[in-house]
């Protein structure tokens, strides 16, 4: 009860502080949703949580200021994908194919997917994607200081 007191106390005190961190925190959270629904994830692998607006929301609480965006964007998509991950850990994979998956990630060789179930390897293709857009990103920044191949 403190907490919406507290809550309803700040939205009346500094409306305009709300009006701007909404309109800084939603055109992000709906680019890492456009994202979200490109990967597909969510058509094909049935058994995850699907936490795209936590996800961003924890990125919002790392990075709040409006020049880290690109940064939330990344931390949100990492942690969407880290979700999933957990997900497959926990959740939905056999030990034999675990076993496989953590030495296709020890090895980082995500072409050498002989033998993995098609959920991993929509996975391991996604999170590769999720890579190589770091890297440009990082590329175009001119702060890119070592590209795994």
């Known amino acids: 009860m403190q907490r919406v007191r507290l809550a309803t106390q700040f939205c009346q005190s500094s409306p305009s502080l709300i009006s701007i961190i909404c309109n800084q925190s939603t055109r992000p959270r709906s680019r890492v949703s456009v994202w ?19 996800c961003y929301f924890w990125s919002l609480g790392v990075w709040f200021e409006p020049h880290y965006s690109t940064e939330r964007l990344f931390i949100a998509k990492l942690l969407n994908l880290m979700t999933v991950l957990d997900d497959i850990y926990d959740a939905y994979g ?49 702060t890119l200081h070592h590209k795994h191949t």
């Not at 994830?41 to 936490?51: A, I, M, V, W």
């Not at 990630?105 to 050498?112: A, G, L, P, T, V």
């Open 36 to 54: 979200w629904n490109e990967m597909g994830l969510t058509n094909n692998l049935s058994f995850f949580r699907d936490r795209v607006a936590e």
């Open 94 to 142: 056999t030990v034999e194919e675990l076993q496989l998956f953590t030495n296709v990630f020890e090895r980082w060789d995500f072409q050498d997917v002989d033998g993995l179930p098609e959920y991993m390897r929509i996975f391991l293709n996604v999170f590769a994607g999720f890579m190589i857009e770091i890297e440009e990103e990082l590329r175009k920044k001119g």
